[in-house]
């Protein structure tokens, strides 16, 4: 589905006359289609880096990211052209984060069903199914009317995931979006990517709990040491 | 996917212009005049392409370049060089719809004016460039529906009442000048005169700047649905990163008449490459 080959993140800042961050060095695994990947390693060693290399937030300096794309056939992410890059974003990869990235001032609920409006799905039907997986991500219905930014930080992350899986991509990209959440949720949202794993998402996810990694990942990637 | 809009080598000079003129202005040079016959490059050799449905943002300091590239598209005013070609669906050579090989700055006035009538509009920052601030507020966007041909004023008149009720206008106020409206609302009228002939292609330039930020919100809301729903084509051009990073997808940063970087909106907030970006996206408060 997904095969990184030797990919490389340097970071230079002009802000700071030049100085030269290294993101990571020389990252190379693959991710078969339907399997869960999960990155592993101390902070700071690039994990999330590489997340957004793959989703193009950030760009790659050297090496390939192979993608057998259903919109285009097999691409490399590094230097696909950017409408391209949009173009699966809306219809096949999916990311989420640790933090709120959501449009301000507009209803939890109308959040999580956009993805489905997008996709052609009628508001109501669509809005019916996001105050369906808000509820079972245990947010309430008296948050659905209320804005995200307002919430509590777990509130947050349960309302970004939900947003993400409602519609389930091909492939998913996850940076810790259970970092602020109580054992109860990481159950729910364990079991909500289970499912969504069961039809046919890809993921590649980084998750500091070792319970969600055994029992969601089907194979480990290790990062390779960076010496500074 | 075909772009919905090309843009080539367009160039703007005020002044006599000499050979030194490209050689000694723009980004690496630091200065957009030319040092040798104090011309001013305002935008030089600005290449892009819009897609259908994206929305495209033009980010860079006062004096960049970013709106004369705008209004230049919106035949505003001359290019001193470049070409701009709009690719439509139906068929090319009906009536006010562009060949799409044609480079519409070849156009005569005339043809270039219906084109732009009939598939282009524009909201400026000074709600005076838009509107007649004395002519009603149904007014200015019948003279609109006018210039694109509309005769039937009872169309018309219900047709500027659709759009004051989607842009959050007050329909009651239809027969007031937007001189007696708040600037948020001015705005909004622009906004609605800019979308009543449903145009191809929106222009943004520069349209919340001097709004104070609950109104600037409300306006970038609006922006974002109406957007959303009509599907049009969208240029923004800003001063500002959040409006960027609220509305658009990709992004163009210019810097002394140059464009400098360009990519995702993500990418140039998060992994920004050029010193002036850099500089740019550390300065958000």
């Keep these: ?81 950017e409408n391209e890059i949009l173009a699966l974003r809306r219809k096949e990869i999916g990311y989420v984060s640790q933090f709120l990235s959501v449009v301000p001032r507009q209803p939890a609920a109308e959040v999580v069903a956009a993805p489905l409006v997008e996709e052609g799905v009628s508001r109501a039907v669509a809005l019916q199914r996001a105050r369906g997986l808000l509820d079972r991500l245990n947010i309430g219905a008296r948050l659905h009317a209320a804005y995200p930014a307002t919430f509590s930080g777990g509130e947050k992350q349960r309302v970004n995931l939900s947003r993400a899986i409602i519609r389930p991509p091909r492939l998913l990209l996850l940076d810790e979006p259970t970092a602020s959440l109580d054992a109860a949720s990481m159950q729910v949202v364990l079991d909500l990517l289970l499912e969504i794993k069961a039809r046919g998402t890809t993921i590649i996810a980084i998750f500091h709990d070792q319970a969600i990694m055994d029992r969601l990942m089907d194979d480990i990637y290790t990062m390779p040491v960076k010496e500074s | ?214 109104v600037q919100a409300r306006v970038l809301d609006l922006i974002r649905s109406l957007q959303q729903e009509t599907g049009v084509a969208t240029i923004v051009v800003s001063h500002d990163l959040g409006v960027i990073r609220l509305l658009t997808s990709r992004t163009i940063v210019m810097r002394h008449g140059c464009i400098v970087e360009q990519g995702l909106s993500d990418q140039i907030l998060e992994d920004p490459q050029h010193p002036y970006t850099q500089l740019l996206v550390n300065s958000m408060l």
């Excluded at chain 1, 991710?31 to 290399?53: D, E, N, Q, R, T």
């Design chain 2, 1 to 214: 996917m075909k772009p919905i809009l090309q843009v080539s080598g367009l160039t703007k000079r005020y002044g006599p212009g000499c050979p030194e003129c490209l050689r000694r202005t723009g980004a690496l040079h630091e200065t957009n005049q030319c040092p040798h016959c104090r011309s001013i490059i305002a935008c030089r050799e600005i290449t892009f392409d819009l897609f259908p449905g994206e929305v495209l943002g033009i980010v860079g300091e006062s004096g960049s370049g970013k709106s004369t590239v705008v209004r230049l598209l919106h035949f505003d005013d001359e290019p001193t060089q470049g070409e701009f070609r709009i690719k439509l669906n139906g068929s090319a050579g009906a009536a006010c719809n562009p060949d799409p090989g044609r480079n519409l700055f070849a156009l005569g006035a005339f043809e270039r004016r219906q084109i732009r009538n009939a598939h282009m509009g524009i909201v400026y920052q000074n709600a005076r460039m838009g509107l007649r601030l004395k002519v009603s507020a149904g007014g200015n966007i019948a003279e609109r529906l006018l210039m694109a041909g509309w005769r039937h004023v009872g169309q018309m008149r219900q047709r500027a009442a659709e759009l004051l009720i989607a842009t959050e206008v007050p329909v009651l106020r239809i027969d007031e000048p937007p001189q007696h409206f708040s600037g948020g609302m001015q705005q909004r009228v622009q906004i609605a005169k800019a979308l009543s002939t449903r145009p191809a292609v929106l222009l943004l330039d520069e349209v919340t700047t001097g709004l104070d930020v609950s």
């Design chain 1, 1 to 81: 589905m997904l095969r990184v080959e030797n990919i490389q993140k340097h970071f230079i800042s002009h802000v700071l006359n030049g100085k030269e961050v290294v993101g990571f060095r020389s990252v190379s695994f693959k991710v078969l289609p339907g399997m869960a990947l999960g990155l592993s390693g101390p902070s700071g060693c690039g994990k999330s880096s590489i997340l957004k290399c793959i989703y193009r937030t950030y760009l790659t300096g050297m090496g390939k990211i192979i993608y057998n794309s259903q919109t285009f056939g097999t691409v490399d992410l590094a230097v696909l052209p």
